[in-house]
């Protein structure tokens, strides 16, 4: 496998220095019966209950409008759920005051199915992006941008503009936005989505080797010749229920 952009000697501070604490026994996510629907329509998801333990990796797959994104948004704290209950890092979301959600927000990372990269912005200050909202001082973090950019292998593509960037270098410059502050969860959404197969490979050696540093990770995905290379947990939704093979 061309692991070319995956150097484990040089990989950053950054990720290495992931924020897990080992004596905390408790599951990343926490869900229980938790139903999801949109304004007044029909029930997205139901009945879902399951655990995302800490440092594991799983897929979350299921056809084309089975929920994936919408799974992705409740674990991203983005949706709340229409029933049921959600804990995340250890805290019940319906009981935490709207003004806290943000510093719970920080500690997972998002890979969107769409990127959402800002197109007057260069790689490098897309990733540093979250970083510059919160108001550090560059200088602090300068240098930790540069080293997760060659770590994804964008070593070279940091001072372009979106546009000029392949599909595969938008995906890993998101990953690596995603990654910039350190998450104890990454979620990812259809990251192969827009790469060649080879891109693919690479790009799933990244979230392993991710996994390995510590990071929950969990990826959504119709590629099935991807999960083939991975024995991995699998979140399979069908008709808005969850079935989970180990
Ligand atoms: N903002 C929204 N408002 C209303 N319905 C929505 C909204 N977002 C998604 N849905 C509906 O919820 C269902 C699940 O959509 P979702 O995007 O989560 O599926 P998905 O598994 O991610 O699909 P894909 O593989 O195509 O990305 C679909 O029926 C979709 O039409
Ligand atoms: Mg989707």
Known sequence: MGLDFVP???LPEKVRGTRIDENRIAPLIHFENVGLRYGMGPEVLRDLTFDIPRRSFQFLT???GAGKSTLLRLLF?????TRGLIRT???????????ELPMLR??????FQDF????????????ALPLRVRGKDELSYRADVIDLLKWVGLGERINVLPPVLSGGEKQRAAIARALIDRPELLLADEPTGNVD???????LSLFLELNRLGTAVVIATHDLSLMDQVDARRMILSQGRLDIYE
Do not use: C, K, W
């Open 77 to 81: 704290l983005s949706l709340q759920p």
């Open 106 to 111: 920080r500690r997972i990372g998002i890979v």
């Open 8 to 10: 484990s000697a040089s």
């Open 197 to 203: 197969p080879p891109m693919a490979r690479r790009l």
């Open 62 to 64: 299921g056809p084309s």
């Open 89 to 99: 890092f250890d805290r019940n979301i319906a009981t935490i005051p709207r003004e």
């Open 116 to 127: 959402r990269l800002l197109e007057h912005l260069t790689t490098y200050e897309n990733v």
